[in-house]
Protein backbone atom coordinates (compact mmCIF):
# COMPACT_ATOMS: atom_id res chain seq x y z
CA UNK A 1 0.00 0.00 0.00
CA UNK A 2 1.57 3.40 -0.92
CA UNK A 3 2.03 5.99 1.72
CA UNK A 4 -1.07 8.69 1.42
CA UNK A 5 1.06 12.23 0.93
CA UNK A 6 0.18 14.32 4.10
CA UNK A 7 -1.60 17.72 2.37
CA UNK A 8 -2.89 21.10 2.45
CA UNK A 9 -4.56 23.74 1.25
CA UNK A 10 -4.33 27.56 0.60
CA UNK A 11 -7.55 29.16 -1.01
CA UNK A 12 -10.40 27.14 -1.96
CA UNK A 13 -13.15 28.21 0.83
CA UNK A 14 -16.79 28.21 0.78
CA UNK A 15 -17.72 29.40 -2.83
CA UNK A 16 -14.59 29.15 -4.38
CA UNK A 17 -15.26 26.29 -7.21
CA UNK A 18 -11.76 25.66 -8.31
CA UNK A 19 -10.72 24.89 -4.39
CA UNK A 20 -13.50 22.19 -4.41
CA UNK A 21 -11.94 20.23 -7.91
CA UNK A 22 -8.56 20.14 -6.30
CA UNK A 23 -9.86 18.22 -3.86
CA UNK A 24 -12.14 15.92 -5.72
CA UNK A 25 -9.18 15.48 -8.08
CA UNK A 26 -6.73 14.45 -5.24
CA UNK A 27 -9.33 12.30 -3.67
CA UNK A 28 -9.57 10.29 -6.71
CA UNK A 29 -6.34 8.11 -6.25
CA UNK A 30 -6.70 8.41 -2.37
CA UNK A 31 -2.89 9.29 -2.18
CA UNK A 32 -3.24 12.85 -0.17
CA UNK A 33 -5.23 13.60 3.37
CA UNK A 34 -6.02 17.00 3.63
CA UNK A 35 -4.21 17.74 6.77
CA UNK A 36 -3.80 21.63 6.87
CA UNK A 37 -5.78 24.34 5.14
CA UNK A 38 -6.24 28.37 5.24
CA UNK A 39 -9.12 28.42 3.10
CA UNK A 40 -9.89 31.42 3.68
CA UNK A 41 -8.56 35.18 5.12
CA UNK A 42 -11.61 35.48 6.57
CA UNK A 43 -11.39 33.39 10.46
CA UNK A 44 -15.05 32.54 10.28
CA UNK A 45 -15.14 31.76 7.05
CA UNK A 46 -11.84 29.35 7.26
CA UNK A 47 -13.06 28.04 10.09
CA UNK A 48 -16.29 26.45 8.71
CA UNK A 49 -14.63 25.57 5.52
CA UNK A 50 -12.19 23.17 7.66
CA UNK A 51 -14.79 21.67 9.22
CA UNK A 52 -16.49 20.97 6.11
CA UNK A 53 -13.40 19.80 4.42
CA UNK A 54 -12.45 17.45 7.44
CA UNK A 55 -9.33 19.36 8.66
CA UNK A 56 -9.02 19.33 12.65
CA UNK A 57 -9.56 23.05 14.31
CA UNK A 58 -6.04 22.87 15.26
CA UNK A 59 -5.06 22.92 12.05
CA UNK A 60 -7.08 25.40 10.37
CA UNK A 61 -5.20 28.82 10.06
CA UNK A 62 -7.02 31.77 8.91
CA UNK A 63 -3.45 32.93 7.51
CA UNK A 64 -1.54 31.22 5.12
CA UNK A 65 1.76 32.78 6.91
CA UNK A 66 1.63 30.84 9.82
CA UNK A 67 0.20 28.05 8.17
CA UNK A 68 3.57 27.99 6.37
CA UNK A 69 5.69 28.56 9.12
CA UNK A 70 4.24 25.76 11.47
CA UNK A 71 3.58 23.34 9.47
CA UNK A 72 7.34 23.56 8.19
CA UNK A 73 8.43 23.37 12.16
CA UNK A 74 6.03 20.35 12.19
CA UNK A 75 7.94 18.69 9.06
CA UNK A 76 11.41 19.32 10.58
CA UNK A 77 10.57 17.67 13.63
CA UNK A 78 8.78 14.81 12.05
CA UNK A 79 5.58 15.47 13.78
CA UNK A 80 3.23 15.01 11.29
CA UNK A 81 3.83 18.92 8.90
CA UNK A 82 2.16 18.58 5.52
CA UNK A 83 4.55 16.98 2.56
CA UNK A 84 2.70 19.14 -0.19
CA UNK A 85 0.43 22.49 -0.41
CA UNK A 86 -2.19 23.27 -3.39
CA UNK A 87 -2.26 26.93 -3.82
CA UNK A 88 -5.76 27.50 -5.25
CA UNK A 89 -6.20 31.29 -4.27
CA UNK A 90 -6.54 34.55 -6.78
CA UNK A 91 -3.84 35.02 -9.08
CA UNK A 92 -1.53 37.91 -6.97
CA UNK A 93 -0.87 35.36 -4.00
CA UNK A 94 -0.01 32.48 -5.88
CA UNK A 95 3.97 33.95 -5.69
CA UNK A 96 3.55 34.79 -1.79
CA UNK A 97 2.21 31.91 -1.10
CA UNK A 98 4.24 29.82 -3.00
CA UNK A 99 7.33 31.76 -1.54
CA UNK A 100 6.00 31.27 1.79
CA UNK A 101 5.64 27.47 1.97
CA UNK A 102 9.26 27.27 -0.78
CA UNK A 103 11.11 28.75 2.01
CA UNK A 104 10.22 25.59 4.28
CA UNK A 105 10.89 23.09 2.12
CA UNK A 106 7.39 22.31 1.50
CA UNK A 107 5.89 20.92 -2.41
CA UNK A 108 4.02 23.33 -4.45
CA UNK A 109 1.08 22.43 -6.78
CA UNK A 110 -0.46 25.72 -7.57
CA UNK A 111 -3.50 26.55 -9.90
CA UNK A 112 -2.49 28.86 -13.28
CA UNK A 113 -1.38 31.15 -14.17
CA UNK A 114 1.89 30.75 -12.26
CA UNK A 115 1.93 34.41 -11.25
CA UNK A 116 0.77 37.95 -12.32
CA UNK A 117 3.53 39.20 -14.07
CA UNK A 118 7.14 37.94 -16.20
CA UNK A 119 9.29 39.07 -13.61
CA UNK A 120 7.70 37.71 -10.92
CA UNK A 121 7.34 34.48 -12.50
CA UNK A 122 11.07 34.49 -13.15
CA UNK A 123 11.51 35.28 -9.35
CA UNK A 124 9.67 32.64 -8.46
CA UNK A 125 11.49 30.20 -11.07
CA UNK A 126 14.52 31.20 -9.22
CA UNK A 127 13.46 30.81 -5.96
CA UNK A 128 12.32 27.21 -6.47
CA UNK A 129 15.41 26.23 -8.28
CA UNK A 130 17.17 26.82 -4.65
CA UNK A 131 14.93 25.01 -2.75
CA UNK A 132 14.60 21.31 -1.59
CA UNK A 133 10.96 21.39 -2.47
CA UNK A 134 9.21 20.48 -5.96
CA UNK A 135 6.52 22.65 -8.25
CA UNK A 136 3.50 21.48 -9.96
CA UNK A 137 1.34 23.53 -12.58
CA UNK A 138 -1.90 22.41 -12.64
CA UNK A 139 -2.95 23.27 -16.32
CA UNK A 140 -5.88 20.56 -16.16
CA UNK A 141 -6.00 19.84 -19.86
CA UNK A 142 -2.47 18.38 -20.16
CA UNK A 143 -3.89 14.90 -17.68
CA UNK A 144 -5.95 13.92 -20.67
CA UNK A 145 -5.47 10.50 -21.66
CA UNK A 146 -5.77 11.91 -25.70
CA UNK A 147 -3.82 15.02 -25.22
CA UNK A 148 -1.05 12.83 -23.97
CA UNK A 149 -1.65 10.62 -26.69
CA UNK A 150 -1.51 13.46 -28.63
CA UNK A 151 1.53 14.89 -28.09
CA UNK A 152 3.05 11.35 -28.43
CA UNK A 153 1.77 11.43 -31.95
CA UNK A 154 3.83 15.13 -32.96
CA UNK A 155 7.05 13.71 -30.74
CA UNK A 156 7.02 10.50 -33.18
CA UNK A 157 6.48 12.43 -36.03
CA UNK A 158 3.09 10.80 -37.53
CA UNK A 159 1.86 14.56 -38.49
CA UNK A 160 5.28 15.37 -39.94
CA UNK A 161 6.75 18.89 -40.25
CA UNK A 162 4.55 21.70 -38.31
CA UNK A 163 3.33 23.96 -40.74
CA UNK A 164 -0.25 25.77 -39.07
CA UNK A 165 -1.45 25.34 -35.62
CA UNK A 166 -4.75 26.90 -34.63
CA UNK A 167 -5.98 26.93 -31.06
CA UNK A 168 -9.28 28.38 -29.47
CA UNK A 169 -10.67 28.62 -25.95
CA UNK A 170 -14.22 30.43 -26.43
CA UNK A 171 -16.50 30.72 -23.60
CA UNK A 172 -19.27 32.96 -22.92
CA UNK A 173 -19.89 33.52 -18.96
CA UNK A 174 -18.37 36.85 -18.59
CA UNK A 175 -20.92 37.97 -21.66
CA UNK A 176 -23.21 39.20 -19.21
CA UNK A 177 -22.44 42.27 -16.69
CA UNK A 178 -23.97 39.56 -14.41
CA UNK A 179 -20.91 37.76 -15.06
CA UNK A 180 -18.94 40.37 -12.98
CA UNK A 181 -20.67 39.64 -9.42
CA UNK A 182 -20.02 36.51 -6.88
CA UNK A 183 -16.91 33.93 -6.90
CA UNK A 184 -15.49 35.61 -10.70
CA UNK A 185 -15.81 39.18 -9.83
CA UNK A 186 -12.00 39.40 -8.79
CA UNK A 187 -11.40 38.37 -12.85
CA UNK A 188 -11.88 41.97 -13.61
CA UNK A 189 -9.91 43.26 -11.09
CA UNK A 190 -6.17 44.02 -11.86
CA UNK A 191 -5.13 44.65 -8.60
CA UNK A 192 -5.81 40.80 -8.07
CA UNK A 193 -5.99 39.29 -11.31
CA UNK A 194 -3.01 40.97 -12.65
CA UNK A 195 -2.79 43.00 -16.08
CA UNK A 196 -4.28 39.98 -18.57
CA UNK A 197 -8.03 39.11 -18.13
CA UNK A 198 -9.35 36.88 -20.50
CA UNK A 199 -6.10 36.15 -21.58
CA UNK A 200 -4.83 35.07 -18.27
CA UNK A 201 -7.75 33.14 -17.47
CA UNK A 202 -7.79 30.92 -20.63
CA UNK A 203 -5.56 32.49 -23.43
CA UNK A 204 -3.10 30.92 -20.99
CA UNK A 205 -4.30 27.30 -21.12
CA UNK A 206 -4.86 27.39 -24.79
CA UNK A 207 -1.20 28.49 -24.87
CA UNK A 208 0.07 25.78 -22.98
CA UNK A 209 -1.81 23.27 -24.82
CA UNK A 210 -0.55 24.13 -28.08
CA UNK A 211 3.03 24.19 -26.77
CA UNK A 212 2.61 20.98 -25.11
CA UNK A 213 1.38 19.04 -27.82
CA UNK A 214 3.03 20.85 -30.71
CA UNK A 215 6.28 20.90 -28.68
CA UNK A 216 7.10 24.69 -30.27
CA UNK A 217 6.51 27.62 -29.39
CA UNK A 218 6.33 30.78 -31.43
CA UNK A 219 9.25 33.10 -32.08
CA UNK A 220 7.30 36.32 -32.66
CA UNK A 221 3.55 37.35 -32.52
CA UNK A 222 1.09 40.15 -33.28
CA UNK A 223 -1.52 40.47 -30.83
CA UNK A 224 -5.05 42.42 -29.90
CA UNK A 225 -6.88 42.85 -27.12
CA UNK A 226 -10.38 43.86 -26.88
CA UNK A 227 -13.17 44.51 -23.94
CA UNK A 228 -16.71 44.11 -25.01
CA UNK A 229 -18.18 44.74 -21.67
CA UNK A 230 -18.78 48.60 -20.58
CA UNK A 231 -16.70 49.18 -17.66
CA UNK A 232 -14.88 45.87 -17.69
CA UNK A 233 -11.27 46.80 -17.00
CA UNK A 234 -9.70 44.12 -18.47
CA UNK A 235 -9.86 42.32 -21.67
CA UNK A 236 -12.30 39.65 -22.25
CA UNK A 237 -11.12 38.66 -25.92
CA UNK A 238 -7.56 38.05 -27.51
CA UNK A 239 -6.83 36.90 -31.30
CA UNK A 240 -3.21 36.81 -31.89
CA UNK A 241 -0.69 35.98 -34.60
CA UNK A 242 1.78 33.15 -33.40
CA UNK A 243 5.03 32.67 -36.01
CA UNK A 244 7.38 29.52 -35.24
CA UNK A 245 11.15 29.21 -36.07
CA UNK A 246 10.81 26.41 -38.51
CA UNK A 247 8.56 28.79 -40.65
CA UNK A 248 5.10 27.59 -39.25
CA UNK A 249 2.21 30.28 -38.53
CA UNK A 250 -0.71 29.69 -36.42
CA UNK A 251 -3.42 31.91 -34.63
CA UNK A 252 -4.80 31.99 -30.76
CA UNK A 253 -8.20 33.12 -30.08
CA UNK A 254 -9.46 33.13 -26.78
CA UNK A 255 -12.49 34.99 -25.50
CA UNK A 256 -15.42 34.77 -22.77
CA UNK A 257 -17.71 36.45 -24.42
CA UNK A 258 -18.28 34.18 -27.43
CA UNK A 259 -22.48 33.68 -26.79
CA UNK A 260 -23.17 30.26 -26.93
CA UNK A 261 -20.15 28.59 -25.79
CA UNK A 262 -19.26 26.67 -22.84
CA UNK A 263 -15.98 25.55 -22.74
CA UNK A 264 -14.75 25.30 -26.22
CA UNK A 265 -11.19 24.78 -26.34
CA UNK A 266 -9.61 22.97 -29.33
CA UNK A 267 -6.60 22.75 -31.00
CA UNK A 268 -5.33 22.15 -34.68
CA UNK A 269 -2.25 20.52 -35.72
CA UNK A 270 -1.44 20.82 -39.95
CA UNK A 271 1.42 19.26 -40.53
CA UNK A 272 3.50 18.39 -43.81
CA UNK A 273 1.83 14.71 -43.58
CA UNK A 274 -1.37 14.80 -41.51
CA UNK A 275 -3.73 16.84 -39.10
CA UNK A 276 -4.42 16.01 -35.74
CA UNK A 277 -7.34 17.82 -33.58
CA UNK A 278 -8.20 17.69 -30.43
CA UNK A 279 -11.31 19.18 -29.04
CA UNK A 280 -12.35 19.71 -25.32
CA UNK A 281 -15.81 18.78 -24.75
CA UNK A 282 -15.39 15.56 -26.43
CA UNK A 283 -11.75 14.65 -24.55
CA UNK A 284 -12.02 10.99 -24.89
CA UNK A 285 -11.77 11.56 -29.12
CA UNK A 286 -8.29 12.61 -31.34
CA UNK A 287 -8.95 12.97 -34.86
CA UNK A 288 -5.56 12.08 -37.22
CA UNK A 289 -6.30 12.59 -41.11
CA UNK A 290 -3.04 11.45 -43.23
CA UNK A 291 -2.52 13.90 -46.60
CA UNK A 292 -4.63 12.27 -49.02
CA UNK A 293 -5.69 9.46 -46.31
CA UNK A 294 -8.92 8.98 -44.40
CA UNK A 295 -9.82 10.41 -41.07
CA UNK A 296 -8.62 7.82 -38.30
CA UNK A 297 -10.56 8.33 -34.65
CA UNK A 298 -8.75 7.47 -32.18
CA UNK A 299 -10.08 6.75 -28.90
CA UNK A 300 -9.73 7.17 -25.21
CA UNK A 301 -8.55 3.36 -23.99
CA UNK A 302 -7.59 1.95 -27.76
CA UNK A 303 -5.02 4.64 -27.93
CA UNK A 304 -1.42 2.52 -28.69
CA UNK A 305 0.94 4.85 -26.71
CA UNK A 306 2.48 4.84 -23.36
CA UNK A 307 1.69 8.22 -22.53
CA UNK A 308 -2.00 7.42 -23.01
CA UNK A 309 -2.21 4.02 -21.34
CA UNK A 310 -0.45 5.75 -18.18
CA UNK A 311 -2.87 8.15 -17.94
CA UNK A 312 -6.05 5.93 -18.70
CA UNK A 313 -8.15 4.54 -16.09
CA UNK A 314 -10.70 2.56 -17.05
CA UNK A 315 -11.81 0.35 -20.20
CA UNK A 316 -12.56 1.85 -23.70
CA UNK A 317 -16.18 3.12 -23.75
CA UNK A 318 -16.74 4.61 -20.43
CA UNK A 319 -16.23 8.77 -20.52
CA UNK A 320 -13.36 9.79 -18.99
CA UNK A 321 -13.19 13.75 -18.25
CA UNK A 322 -12.41 17.02 -16.18
CA UNK A 323 -12.02 16.13 -13.07
CA UNK A 324 -10.13 12.69 -14.01
CA UNK A 325 -7.72 14.79 -15.79
CA UNK A 326 -6.79 16.84 -13.09
CA UNK A 327 -6.77 13.99 -10.72
CA UNK A 328 -3.95 12.19 -13.47
CA UNK A 329 -1.79 15.31 -12.39
CA UNK A 330 -2.36 14.87 -9.05
CA UNK A 331 -1.57 11.34 -9.04
CA UNK A 332 1.77 12.00 -11.32
CA UNK A 333 2.58 14.66 -8.87
CA UNK A 334 2.43 12.41 -5.62
CA UNK A 335 4.13 10.03 -7.78
CA UNK A 336 7.05 12.19 -8.42
CA UNK A 337 7.28 14.16 -4.59
CA UNK A 338 7.38 10.19 -3.42
CA UNK A 339 10.20 9.52 -5.22
CA UNK A 340 11.75 12.69 -4.80
CA UNK A 341 11.22 12.21 -0.45
CA UNK A 342 12.92 8.63 -1.38
CA UNK A 343 15.58 9.67 -2.72
CA UNK A 344 15.02 7.36 -6.15
CA UNK A 345 14.82 8.37 -9.78
CA UNK A 346 11.93 10.36 -10.86
CA UNK A 347 8.67 7.79 -12.35
CA UNK A 348 7.37 7.93 -16.24
CA UNK A 349 4.50 10.08 -15.39
CA UNK A 350 7.04 12.88 -14.49
CA UNK A 351 7.82 13.99 -17.75
CA UNK A 352 4.02 15.04 -18.50
CA UNK A 353 3.32 17.42 -15.50
CA UNK A 354 3.54 20.94 -16.47
CA UNK A 355 5.58 22.72 -14.17
CA UNK A 356 7.49 26.22 -13.86
CA UNK A 357 8.89 25.65 -17.03
CA UNK A 358 5.31 26.07 -18.13
CA UNK A 359 4.43 29.08 -16.03
CA UNK A 360 7.25 31.10 -17.16
CA UNK A 361 6.76 30.48 -20.65
CA UNK A 362 3.04 31.00 -20.16
CA UNK A 363 4.42 34.89 -18.35
CA UNK A 364 6.47 35.63 -21.47
CA UNK A 365 3.35 34.89 -24.31
CA UNK A 366 1.41 37.01 -22.10
CA UNK A 367 4.02 39.82 -21.70
CA UNK A 368 4.69 39.52 -25.55
CA UNK A 369 0.93 39.95 -26.11
CA UNK A 370 0.47 42.90 -24.02
CA UNK A 371 3.61 44.67 -25.50
CA UNK A 372 2.28 44.25 -28.72
CA UNK A 373 -1.22 45.17 -28.01
CA UNK A 374 0.15 48.67 -26.73
CA UNK A 375 2.54 48.65 -30.18
CA UNK A 376 -0.49 48.89 -31.93
CA UNK A 377 -0.39 44.91 -32.84
CA UNK A 378 2.77 44.95 -33.97
CA UNK A 379 5.14 41.81 -34.14
CA UNK A 380 7.25 41.38 -30.95
CA UNK A 381 9.83 38.45 -29.86
CA UNK A 382 8.34 36.22 -27.49
Not at 19 to 30: E, K, T
Not at 62 to 89: K, N, P
Amino acid sequence: MRKRLRWGMVGGGHGAFIGAVHRMAARLDDRYELLAGALSGNAERAAASAADAGIAPERSYADWREMAQREGALRRAGRGGIDAVSIVTPNHLHAPVARAFLAEGIHIICDKPLTVSLAEALELQALARRSSALFVLTHTYTGYPMVRHARSLVAQGAIGELRLLQVEYSQDWWADAAALTGEGGWREDPAIAGPAGTLGDVGIHAYQLANYVSGAEPAGIAAELHTFMPGRRLDDHVQVMLRYANGARGTLWASQVATGCENALSLRLYGSRAQLRFDQEEPNVLWLTPQGGVAQRITRGRADSEAAAHATRIPAGHPEGYIEAFAQLYRDAADLIAAHEAGVAAPPGAAYLPGLEDGVSGHRFIDAVLRSHRANSAWVAV
